[in-house]
Structures are given as C-alpha cells and as structure tokens.
C-alpha cells in the first residue's frame, strides 16, 4: 500500500506561482498513475490532471496551459506545477493514486489512495 503526502501549498497573489508535491512512501509511485484534485469550500471534489505510468498527461480545461502535472520517479514524487494564478483557484488540494490504465479517470472514486491535502489561497 502506498501512502502520499502533499506539500508546496500556501497563500499567493493572483498571477503568481507555486509547485504542489506529492511523495509516495511504501511503495514506488511507478506503478500507479498519480492524479491531483481540488476542493474549494461549498464544492464539490474536482478533478485537476493526471499523470499515468507512462508519463503521459491530461490536464482539466480550466487548469489547461497554467497548470503542469510531472513525475520524478527518482524522488517517488508527482508534482504540480501552477501558473498564472487566479482567485477561483483557491481550494484544498489533493493527490490520489490507482493502478489502472486509461489517461481520463477524472472520477474521485476511481481512485484508491489519497493523501490529507494542502491548502492552496490566491488573493487577488
């Protein structure tokens, strides 16, 4: 079983930057395909992007062109690396991980492990 632990989370101004960690113990993050998702107070749980075993990559449209997902599976580690901020990004962040195939598993519940979440919050 694998356990994640997500970090790089904190308060930035709206355009600004910041790279979201998610590092795997107890087993090596290669096997599984590794997604990020956000929840913002009053909302639902909403799929960010994923990255599969392979390296490939699917990004939400309204995270597409800010947001980057990549994996160092010499650190164990997926990050997310964020860009041009905006307010409505404000939300907790999530990293989960399945073994499964496919690139657009954007279902929270096709995911078998998460990790507790960081808090990301854009002022503007």
């Known amino acids: 079983q694998v356990q994640l632990v997500e970090s790089g989370g904190g308060p930035v101004q709206a355009g600004g930057s910041l790279r979201l960690s998610c590092a795997a113990s107890?087993?090596?993050?290669?096997?599984?395909?590794v997604g990020w998702f956000r929840q913002a107070p009053g909302k639902e749980r909403e799929f960010v992007a994923r990255?599969?075993?392979?390296?490939?990559?699917y990004h939400a449209d309204s995270v597409k062109g800010r947001f980057t997902i990549s994996r160092d599976s010499a650190k164990n580690t997926v990050y997310l690396q964020m860009n041009r901020l905006k307010p409505e990004d404000t939300a907790i962040y999530y990293c989960?991980?399945?073994?499964?195939?496919?690139?657009?598993?954007?279902?929270?519940?096709?995911?078998?492990?998460w990790g507790q979440g960081t808090q990301v919050t854009v002022s503007s």
């Open positions: 990255i599969s075993r392979g390296g490939s990559t």
């Open positions: 989960a991980a399945d073994n499964a195939s496919g690139i657009r598993r954007i279902d929270q519940y096709d995911y078998d492990y």
């Open positions: 107890g087993r090596t993050l290669r096997i599984y395909a």
